[in-house]
Nanobody, 113 residues
Framework: QVPLVESGGGLVQPGGSLRVSCAASGFTVHNYAMAWYRQAPGKERELVASITSGGTTTYAESVKGRFTISRDNAKNLVYLQMNSLKPEDTAVYYC???????WGQGTQVTVSS
């Protein structure tokens, strides 16, 4: 089983919204610090948002006020709600468990008119 599987990406116009999801297998997301990263072509992977096991969240300065990370503990899912999207948000989005040596395939988010 693949431990992390991202889904929900797609094409959206600037100013639009999208929610991407991360399904975890083999562990309970409620018990770990989880994060969303993104990587644009030719750029390094960057941390977008994180949430601790206690529910404390952090965000990159570029997405504060627009993105929200959350968990659905019953479904063992991690979400990233993205609002007021900008072209510079275009990237492959990955979820990650801190200190866990596995990555999923990511989900492509493209913001374009």
């Amino acid at each position: 089983q693949v431990p992390l599987v991202e889904s929900g990406g797609g094409l959206v116009q600037p100013g639009g919204s999208l929610r991407v999801s991360c399904a975890a297998s083999g562990f309970t997301v409620h018990n770990y610090a989880m994060a969303w990263y993104r990587q644009a072509p030719g750029k390094e992977r960057e941390l977008v948002a994180s949430i601790t096991s206690g529910g404390t969240t952090t965000y990159a300065e570029s997405v504060k006020g627009r993105f929200t990370i959350s968990r659905d503990n019953a479904k063992n899912l991690v979400y990233l709600q993205m609002n007021s999207l900008k072209p510079e948000d275009t990237a492959v989005y990955y979820c990650h468990r801190f200190h866990f040596g596995y990555w999923g395939q990511g989900t492509q988010v493209t913001v374009s008119s």
